[in-house]
């Protein structure tokens, strides 16, 4: 791994590496953030996934989530959205290609030599970070938006190698939604059944989530239409999940939003993180 | 005043707002934080001054201020960094001409016409607050590097004006700095003279301040000796200045220093801000 940039925060440290992803072919940037318990002693990791257009930088930016997880002693790792480069297929659309992976394995053309993105965060990156880094195993997983959408399904569908899931305003149904069907078609192909292990509200239909799961929305968030919250809330009150939903009142999709409540989430995963 | 964007964060608002300057004589950008206490009371004002290349967005954005001014009930406004557009003059370099104001009224061409970021935050935009927010008339100041040197200076300059001020990595000693001179000749022409009510040190040594400063400073800061902390700490204790200076280790010169410290910046205001 090549280290792009690093410094002191927090008293811990903030570290952009780059390195050569095999499940994407290509290189692939990530920001991570040690808090000052890993000098001492291994700790858990929270992965924040990001949304629509983000690259490794937003959330590692703008959230604030780093002097949360200095306190409550998380490291953080924010991975990019997408492969990305020259060689890598893309298209004009914001909401495809580079900066969109929708955090699913593409299988059609021209899209699958370098979008998996789902292999990448749950194996690769999960391995590269166990090897580099003073990890204790422990790991809790949260996004924003397409990354919430990320972080549910890749939780819902591994328990046994996340302990805890949140997430900001997610995409909560994305096989019904413009932000899902038609990259779900282009990634995925027009089989509507390969699309059902990339929806956070089939998932949890199907399987639920051994522990409880924190979700933030917006009421001002401008993209209600596209998030379909109202879907998974129906779910997780008819299945009786254990879940925490907030709608926040007046609050929009941007990173004010996130960062207003980002020490929320930080903390509920270190209560579930860092208990024995 | 056009407001650009808005949105709720951490119970309070985030605005952003363009007007027309008659000061700067163009149209300026800024960004203000209202806490939610802003909603039952007046609340006092925190200005945020920027560094080299900033606009209102990158503290606004990066530095994690809000959740802090939302906890202790202050205002932040965020400034932006010199006037801008295509009829003000600029340079090629990236520490002369937009995005580098250095705070400081230009008196010679092509500068004057524009350059007047000193009158501009003293004054114009000091009222327009004043009319525009509910404030309660208590102002603090803060800055980072450039912006460091201006909060030192205004305030410095200012006394009845500000009841607090505090620096992260100020350009401390301008008139001894190539983060000074070049600009100062420029914007002020070349008698050095013109250059001292410019100069955190030389102002220090020359009036002092009625209260108590709170200077944060990297050690591994890439920019020292453009920054020259050392002239302005050795006259804080030559004179006897009531002052917190604090050396963090292994800090450089990014948002990640000013994120690690904001909180402690933002709580000194406050207790001085909010005192009887």
Same mark, same amino acid.
């Given at each position: ?45 929270? /992965? ?62 021209? /899209? ?155 903390? /509920? ?8």
């Amino acid at each position: 791994m090549q280290i792009l940039s690093q410094s002191q925060s927090h008293g811990g440290t903030q570290t952009v590496f780059r390195h050569r992803s095999a499940v994407c072919d290509c290189e692939m940037t990530f920001g991570v953030f040690l808090p000052p318990q890993a000098k001492a002693h291994p700790v858990p990791l929270l /992965w924040y996934l990001s949304g629509l257009t983000c690259t490794h930088e937003n959330a590692m930016t703008k959230a604030g989530l780093q002097a949360h997880a200095a306190r409550y002693g998380l490291a953080l790792v924010f991975p990019d959205t997408s492969p990305r480069g020259a060689g890598v297929a893309d298209d004009d659309a914001y909401d495809l290609g580079q900066g969109a992976g929708f955090y699913v394995d593409a299988t059609q053309e021209p /899209w699958s030599r370098h979008y998996r993105m789902f292999a990448y965060v749950v194996h690769e990156l999960r391995a590269l970070l166990a090897e580099a880094l003073p990890l204790n195993g422990s790991h809790g997983i949260t996004g924003h938006s397409m990354g919430g959408h990320g972080a549910l399904t890749i939780a819902l569908r591994n328990p046994a190698l996340f302990r805890s899931v949140s997430a900001f305003a997610p995409i909560s149904n994305p096989t019904r939604s413009d932000w899902g069907r038609r990259q779900f078609s282009a990634y995925l192909g027009d089989d509507e059944a390969a699309w059902a292990g990339h929806d956070a509200s089939l998932l949890l239909a199907a399987h639920g989530w051994p522990g409880d799961i924190l979700i933030d929305q917006g009421t001002a968030d401008q993209f209600l239409d596209q998030l379909r919250p109202e879907v998974l809330a129906g779910l997780i009150a008819s299945r009786r999940q254990p879940a925490t939903l907030r709608l926040q009142g007046g609050y929009d999709h941007s990173y004010a939003f996130v960062a207003s409540f980002g020490e929320d989430h930080v903390r /509920w995963h270190a209560e579930r993180l860092l208990a024995a």
